[in-house]
T-cell receptor, first 113, second 111 residues
């Protein structure tokens, strides 16, 4: 199994809503990542978890709250988002944290209205 | 953060043509990766180059890592519409031992 699975694939939420994005991998990878990608731009790193501990937070606003319940799961909790937060949110995993090969999920297309 | 610059940013060609995409930096990388991303999907890893001067081939795609490990190129021979997508190079960031992406090259191959 070399897949990273993200749910939901699409999400529309209001600015007062609370929602969560989910990511799962069963490759035994110990590093998991959240990226944000705007249209026609490269992915931008948001958070890194290494061995289930938050390793890097790239100065992401607190309305985005990551969670790593176990080594296979990664969540991104969303609250009070702004329309400019609309983007493709990508989850990725790698064997370990670092510039190693990363496997990406299909992403969640988020629209904030 | 080490800066990776990709060129061209956008390329539109006819089926059957050849093309080269470049990924350049002023810094040395321990390795470089190339990904392809189709609209609405996540990036898919194509190749990792590690050794200076290394050349790797993946069917019609040829990847090269510069001798000084500061740049890389992707050459596609006889492009096909299925090659259409966003091509991203990625390398190690100075900050936090992380992967950083180049700006991407958007390729469109017309039938």
């Amino acid at each position: 199994d070399t897949e990273v699975t993200q749910t939901p694939k699409h999400l529309v939420m209001g600015m007062t809503n609370k929602k969560s994005l989910k990511c799962e991998q069963h490759m035994g990878h110990r590093a998991m990542y959240w990226y944000k990608q705007k249209a026609k731009k490269p992915p931008e790193l948001m958070f890194v978890y290494s061995y289930e501990k938050l390793s890097i937070n790239e100065s992401v606003p607190s309305r985005f709250s990551p969670e790593c319940p176990n080594s296979s799961l990664l969540n991104l909790h969303l609250h009070a988002l702004q329309p400019e937060d609309s983007a493709l949110y990508l989850c990725a995993s790698s064997i370990r944290q670092g510039p190693t090969e990363a496997f990406f999920g299909q992403g969640t297309r988020l629209t904030v209205v | 953060t080490q800066l990776l610059e990709q060129s061209p940013q956008f390329l539109s060609i006819q089926e059957g043509e050849n093309l080269t995409v470049y990924c350049n930096s002023s810094s040395v990388f321990s390795s470089l990766q190339w990904y392809r991303q189709e609209p609405g999907e996540g990036p898919v890893l194509l190749v990792t180059v590690v050794t200076g001067g290394e050349v790797k081939k993946l069917k019609r795609l040829t990847f090269q890592f510069g001798d000084a490990r500061k740049d890389s190129s992707l050459h596609i021979t006889a492009a096909q519409p299925g090659d259409t997508g966003l091509y991203l190079c990625a390398g190690e960031s100075n900050a936090g031992n992380m992967l950083t992406f180049g700006g991407g090259t958007r390729l469109m191959v017309k039938p």
